[in-house]
């Protein structure tokens, strides 16, 4: 939505209605007006406004419930408020058949009309956003007490509050890109009256086929393609006014990009078929787990796109580089869990299981100690929390994520096992399910073809 939003004024009452466009400008809408309904399904579609008042008397043939009626068999999803001349609700109940939205009695209290406006761009936009919300996933708080996440929170928030309108966060998987795209909204918009109904989306550059992605992100018209039944809003239009977070950006198509390029510059969208440029006001953060400035080399990244979103870049470090955040976000973690599943939070963490989390490399970066805590905290009864809670990726000594115990239907016999009858048996199957192809036996236990070799040839097996 344009600043506080389109609306369109049909009324052959020139007087009236231009009295009505100048005080709804003042109030910071956006106005466009029609005197008759001649051609007018064309010009409103055009222009594409977010709501649209509409005199049911116009004095011609078609009066304005006709056009409401055609509005709606082209599939606009604005709504439409019908302006009636007579006092008796007949007219009025007839247009809420008709699909209106509302409708208000001439002469027209100034103050009542913005009311009814404002109520109704409202729930359009909450309407728009619910599909989106319920795909973002709920914001926390970015936690970290490291030196280097205490200077990105800082900068982070510089950047918020002065209102920079792109952003580039980048960082390896699971690092919390999300969490802190969250927080810069958040600390953008904190301070707004209507904080609660700044748009917030989160698009995936990569989860929609290409053939849908160009409407998702600009929108369409009606036929703009043969799915396109009804005029649609792109994200860039749904968070108008709030953030757009366009999530894998570094695997956005070529062609894509030089298209969001020209969004970024000019800032405006136009809708796939459509021929109206709207202004957009969209805060912009961008994010990737690639490395962009390789993929600008490799010739897969426009170089101008990456300057025209690296000008304000967060690059959050793996979580294994910030030692002082481990131990911190692991506590976080061991209470919100406790609370969410209702166990008393665990307050202490074992020296022997402070050895382990500094020492694993965390290739899952946040996300994985997350999910190991949250994993500690539903299946270990404890009231510390020590190495043998821990899972065994981890060094720890409790069955781990269903993955790995999925993987090994190990059963260690009552009276033990040799290690080395276990090795020679894995060995064994190796090359007896490749025909003894040692190159493919070496991929399949993910060892060397020379460690392979020597380990076949120990156990007598070729
Ligand atoms: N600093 C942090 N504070 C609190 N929670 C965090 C933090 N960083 C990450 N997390 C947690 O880790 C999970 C993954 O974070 P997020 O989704 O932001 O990662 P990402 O960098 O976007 O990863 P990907 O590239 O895989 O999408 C989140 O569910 C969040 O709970
Ligand atoms: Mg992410």
């Not at 009606?222 to 994200?235: E, I, N």
């Not at 894509?256 to 809708?271: C, I, P, S």
């Not at 790995?404 to 199957?429: D, Q």
Request: glycine letters at 8%; one cysteine or more; aromatic letters at 6%.
């Amino acid at each position: 939505m344009t600043g506080k939003g389109r609306i369109l004024l049909l009324d052959d009452d020139e007087l009236i209605i231009s009295m009505l466009a100048r005080a709804l400008r003042k109030d910071g809408y956006e106005t466009h007006l029609l005197h008759s309904s001649l051609k007018a399904i064309e010009k409103i579609i055009a222009w594409q406004p977010d709501l649209m008042l509409l005199d049911i008397d116009l004095g011609e043939e078609k009066n304005g419930l006709d056009l409401l009626q055609s509005l709606h068999d082209e599939g606009v999803s604005f709504p439409v408020v019908m302006l009636t001349g007579d006092d008796s609700s007949a007219s009025a109940i007839r247009a809420l058949r008709y699909g209106a939205s509302d409708y208000l009695h001439k002469p027209f209290n100034v103050e009542e009309v913005k009311i009814v406006l404002a109520r109704l761009l409202k729930n359009a936009r909450m309407r728009d956003e619910i599909a989106y919300l319920k795909r973002s996933r709920s914001g926390h708080e970015f936690i970290g007490e490291s030196p280097v996440i205490r200077k990105i929170l800082q900068d982070a928030q510089k950047i918020a509050r002065a209102g920079v309108s792109t952003v580039l966060i980048t960082g390896k998987s699971g690092t919390g890109k999300e969490v802190l795209a969250r927080n810069i909204h958040h600390w953008r918009f904190s301070d707004g009256e209507e904080k609660d109904s700044v748009p917030y989306i989160a698009i995936n550059c990569t989860a929609l086929p290409e053939n849908l992605i160009e409407g998702e992100l600009f929108g369409h018209v009606k036929g703009a393609f043969t799915d396109a039944k009804a005029d649609k809003k792109g994200v860039f239009e749904l968070a108008n006014g709030g953030t757009l977070v366009l999530d894998e950006i570094g695997d956005m198509r070529p062609e894509l990009q030089g298209k969001l390029l020209r969004v970024l510059e000019e800032r405006t969208v136009r809708r796939v078929g459509g021929k109206v440029d709207l202004p957009i006001n969209v805060n912009i953060i961008a994010l990737t787990n690639r490395n962009l400035k390789k993929l600008v080399d490799d010739g897969t990244f426009r170089e101008d796109l990456y300057y025209r979103l690296s000008s304000f870049l967060i690059e959050i470090p793996a979580l294994k580089e910030r030692e002082k955040d481990v131990l911190h976000l692991a506590r976080h973690f061991l209470y919100s869990f406790a609370r969410k599943y209702s166990k008393i939070p665990v307050e202490i963490i074992a020296e022997d299981a402070e050895k382990l989390l500094l020492g694993y490399d965390w290739p899952g970066n946040v996300r994985e100690l997350r999910n190991v805590i949250e994993r500690c905290v539903v299946m270990e009864d404890m009231d510390v929390l020590s190495a043998k809670c821990l899972p065994l990726d981890i060094g720890g000594r409790a069955g781990s994520s269903g993955e790995r115990r999925k993987k090994f239907h190990l059963i260690l016999p009552e009276e033990g096992l040799a290690l080395e009858e276990v090795e020679k048996e894995l060995l064994r199957l190796a090359l007896e399910r490749t025909d003894n192809n040692m190159t493919k036996a070496a991929k399949l236990l993910q060892v060397s073809y020379d460690t392979l070799r020597y380990q076949a040839k120990k156990y007598e097996l070729l």
